[in-house]
Structure formats: C-alpha cells, structure tokens
C-alpha cells in the first residue's frame, strides 16, 4: 500500500471514530447497601420522605407501605406491565421492563439489583446503590420518560454514559440501545488479577468464555450463580470449577461482577441474551476501590456462608416457649423474644423456624422488653426444635425431647436461665 493511502486510511479511521463523552462534577456521597442485612427498604422509604420529585421504573413492587409512601408523594411510577399495580403507569410491550430504579428531585439516582418486593427486602441477597449526580439523573430521567411513553427494549443512547464525580468514574449504560454486554466484556478484558461475580440468571456465552480465559491466564477468578438459575443454558457447568452454587435457600438476585478489587459492575443487567438484546435493562459501573472492597466483603460473606450454630447469643434471643399446651395445642402454643441488646430491634428482618418453615417477624421491641410470637408453624412435642435468624444468620438456638434433653410436660414452659450461651443448659422448665 502506498503511503498516501495508507494516510488515507488513517484518516478516515480517525475521522470515524466518536469518542465517549466525559462531564465531571463535584464529589458527592455513594451509598451502597447490601439487602436483607442493610434493611435496604428503610433507605428507600427516607429517600421517598425527604424528596419532592419522585419517578421510579420498576419491574415489580408489592411491599404495601412502600406503595403507601409513593403514592403519597405523588410519585410518578412505572411498572412492568405483567406486575401492573393499579395506582401507577404501565404499558404493554414484548420486552420486558426489568429496571429497579428511582430519581429523586432530578438528581439523587437509586438503581441496583433489588425489586422492591417482600421477597426482594426481606428474603432475597440484593444490592441498591444510591448516587447523587445531576449528569447520572439525566440519564435515568430520560430513560423514564421512554418507558412512560412505552417504549421498552429500545430508545436513545445514555447522554452522559461517563461521568467523573469528583475522583471517581462512574459509568451508565441502558439495554440494549447501549450493549450492555458490550460495556461488560470491555471491563472484563481488562482485568489483570481477579474477576468476582454474582449472578441470578448467567447464559451468556461470550462473556462465560471470557471468564474461563482469564481463570485460565492465571487471574483469580470467583463466581457465585442462583441455584434456581441453573439449566441446560446456563453457564454454569463451563464456570463450576471456580464457581459455587449459592447457599440462600430463597434467591441470590445480585447481578454484580468486581474487576481487580477497584471497578464494579451492578444494576438489573443479568448476562443472558434477553437481558442485552429485548429486555430494558441498565448497569452502572463504578470505578473505585473502596467502593468495590464493600462489594467484595458481599461476596465473601455469600462465598463463605456458614449455616452454622454460634456458641453465644446476639442482640435478640428466645426466652420463654410454650411448646405443648394443656389440651388442644391448637392457638396455645407461643415464643417470647426478648432484646438484651442495647437498642430497639426492627423485628422485620427476624425469622423463627424450625428448620422446615420460615416465620418472619415484624414490630419493634425495645431494650429488655420481650414479645409474645405465635409462630405461623406448629411447634413439634417431640424431636422439636427453634432457630432464631436475623436475615440469613442463626442467633439462637433451642431444642427439645430429641437432639437436647429438655422435657416439658403438658402445660410447663421451657424457660431461658442463660441469656449468654447457647446451649440445653441455659434453659430451665417451668410451670405456666
């Protein structure tokens, strides 16, 4: 090739080439939280109650007095028409709205993994990331407003896909008019030391290659996939030689990838073909590393997690259970819960269960104050058992004419003498 042409050439490349724009602002807060452990519905509720301005695109919401609050406020939300509510707006289209986000007076942005639902807040391992930047809420804003006007699955690109706030580069893209997929492998091919994911749904196989690769170049590379996920298009027989399978018996609903403890990538996006092609979807990727050291203590604690009993009491414990009433059972039986520690205790983010059924709690106790629970299940006379949780964590323990000793007759209650230690012989029996 000549060397005119070969300028030629360049030229033309250069002159085709569109760089990413880039504003900057001033530095703000990022908040992340980690649902259920965070009670991440909280931080969302004082979000609604300190803001004017409020548009939300959700994919579902069921939580009854998040509903209350919004509407309340006159916020003006979207849901995804198979979750339709009859309250807010909602369209039809054959993609879905798979967003979970909020902009709240033009300019404070929550986005991540988490459906506002009972199961998103209480049961489900989540995430929600909080920003506050007028750049991002453009971008939010006007993918609102597309999803208003019920066009789902396509639109305009993000405005300000990159943003400086202060030191820190934020990225934010939308499915699939930005690629999402595309945003991903970029980040993934740069990583140089480790690659740390959580994913609902993954059959993506450009990108499960991807990370097989780097697992092969000698990179530390970690995953944790949904069990429920699992299928015949599911990545995860060509990712389970690094990867485990998550151990909440609900739902692990993260769809996080960490690139060498300093970038993360969150948002609705799972990495399957759906998500980056029909459904409308968003991610947003953040580059800094304090930042992803949260997401990666998330990741451990999930990776590492332990069903296991503690030795000593925590804030909260059993202290009194009826477990055989005289006569019939039948709206007899109960538990009291007491709070040793030295705050009031939300009792929405507590379970009782005997291993079998789940029975979550709700209300509020205060410091050395107790509370009568009549579980949802009926409590076993023999080879019975409680363990109390708080979220996914055991507390407390007790068991009964089985695995432990105790022996209350009919009508005689199990009560706690210990409050310390976990163990047959902090509990003593006693007649009603």
Same mark, same amino acid.
Request: aromatic share 12%.
């Given at each position: 090739m000549?060397?005119s042409?070969?300028?030629?050439?360049?030229?033309?490349?250069?002159?085709?080439?569109?760089?990413?724009?880039?504003v900057k602002?001033?530095?703000s807060?990022?908040?992340?939280?980690?649902c259920?452990?965070?009670?991440?519905l909280?931080h969302?509720?004082?979000?609604?109650?300190n803001?004017?301005?409020?548009?939300?695109?959700?994919?579902d919401?069921?939580?009854?007095?998040?509903?209350?609050?919004?509407?309340?406020?006159?916020?003006?939300?979207v849901?995804?028409?198979s979750?339709?509510?009859?309250?807010?707006?909602?369209?039809y289209?054959?993609?879905?709205?798979?967003?979970k986000?909020c902009?709240?007076?033009?300019?404070?942005?929550?986005?991540?993994?988490?459906?506002?639902?009972d199961?998103?807040?209480?049961?489900?391992? !989540?995430?929600i #990331? /909080?920003?506050? $930047?007028?750049y991002?809420a453009? &971008?939010?804003?006007a993918?609102?407003? @597309?999803?208003?006007?019920?066009?789902y699955?396509k639109?305009d690109?993000a405005r300000?896909?990159?943003?400086?706030v202060?030191d820190?580069t934020?990225e934010?893209?939308?499915?699939?008019?930005?690629n999402c997929?595309?945003q991903v492998?970029?980040?993934?091919k740069?990583?140089?030391?480790?690659v740390?994911?959580?994913?609902?749904?993954?059959?993506?196989?450009?990108?499960?290659?991807?990370?097989w690769?780097?697992?092969?170049?000698?990179?530390d590379?970690?995953?944790?996939?949904e069990?429920?996920?699992i299928s015949?298009y599911?990545?995860?027989?060509?990712?389970?030689?690094?990867?485990i399978i998550?151990?909440?018996?609900?739902?692990m609903h993260?769809?996080?990838?960490?690139?060498? !403890?300093?970038? #993360? /990538?969150?948002? $609705?996006y799972?990495?399957?073909? &759906?998500?980056?092609?029909?459904?409308d @979807?968003?991610?947003?990727?953040?580059h800094d590393?304090?930042?992803?050291?949260k997401?990666?203590?998330?990741?451990?604690?999930?990776?590492?997690?332990?069903?296991n009993?503690?030795?000593k009491?925590?804030?909260l414990v059993?202290s009194?259970?009826l477990?055989?009433?005289?006569?019939s059972d039948?709206?007899?039986?109960?538990?009291e819960?007491?709070?040793?520690?030295?705050?009031?205790?939300?009792?929405?983010?507590?379970f009782l269960?005997?291993?079998k059924t789940?029975?979550?709690?709700?209300?509020?106790v205060y410091v050395?104050e107790?509370?009568?629970?009549k579980?949802?299940?009926?409590?076993?006379?023999?080879?019975?058992?409680?363990?109390?949780?708080h979220n996914?964590?055991?507390?407390d323990?007790?068991a009964?004419?089985?695995?432990?000793?105790?022996?209350?007759?009919?009508g005689?209650?199990l009560?706690r003498?210990?409050?310390e230690n976990?163990?047959e012989?902090s509990?003593?029996?006693a007649?009603?």
């Open positions: 000549r060397l042409h070969f300028l030629l050439v360049i030229f033309l490349i250069l002159c085709s080439y569109t760089p990413i724009s880039q602002e001033a530095p807060q990022i908040d992340i939280y980690f259920p452990h965070d009670m991440c909280e969302m509720l004082s979000l609604i109650d803001s004017t301005e409020i548009k939300c695109a959700f994919y919401l069921d939580i009854p007095e998040l509903i209350e609050e919004l509407r309340k406020k006159n916020a003006d939300v849901i995804e028409d979750n339709a509510l009859e309250y807010f707006h909602t369209g289209s054959a993609a879905l709205m798979h967003n986000f902009v709240f007076d033009n300019e404070i942005i929550l986005s991540g993994s988490m459906n506002p639902t199961r998103g807040n209480y049961y489900n391992n !989540n995430n #990331v /909080i920003l506050r $930047s007028k991002l453009e &971008n939010f804003l993918e609102f407003d @597309e999803l208003k006007n019920n066009i699955g639109g690109k300000n896909p990159v943003v400086n202060g820190i934020i934010n893209y939308f499915c699939p008019e930005d997929k595309l492998i970029n980040e993934l740069a990583a140089n030391k480790s740390y994911f959580m994913t609902f749904s993954f059959t993506d196989e450009d990108i499960g290659n991807l990370l690769n780097k697992n092969y170049l000698g990179l590379v970690k995953g944790i996939l069990e429920k996920q015949q599911s990545r995860y027989e060509d990712l389970k030689e690094f990867s998550d151990k909440n018996k609900y739902t993260h769809k996080v990838f960490i690139i060498d !403890n300093e970038t #993360v /990538i969150t948002g $609705s799972n990495p399957t073909k &759906n998500a980056n092609e029909k459904n @979807e968003n991610i947003i990727i953040i590393k304090e930042i992803a050291l997401f990666v203590e998330e990741f451990s604690r999930l990776f590492n997690f332990q069903d009993i503690p030795e009491t925590s804030e059993m009194r259970i477990y055989d009433a005289e006569g039948t709206d007899k039986e109960y538990v819960v007491k709070n040793i520690g030295d705050k009031e205790i939300n009792l929405d983010y507590y269960t005997d291993n789940n029975s979550r709690l709700s209300g509020k050395n107790t509370v009568v629970i579980p949802s299940f009926s409590l076993k006379n023999s080879n019975g058992m409680l363990i109390l949780k996914h964590d055991i507390i323990f007790v009964w004419e089985g695995l432990w000793g105790l022996e209350a007759e009919a005689e209650e009560v003498a210990d409050n976990i163990a012989a509990w003593s029996i007649k009603v």
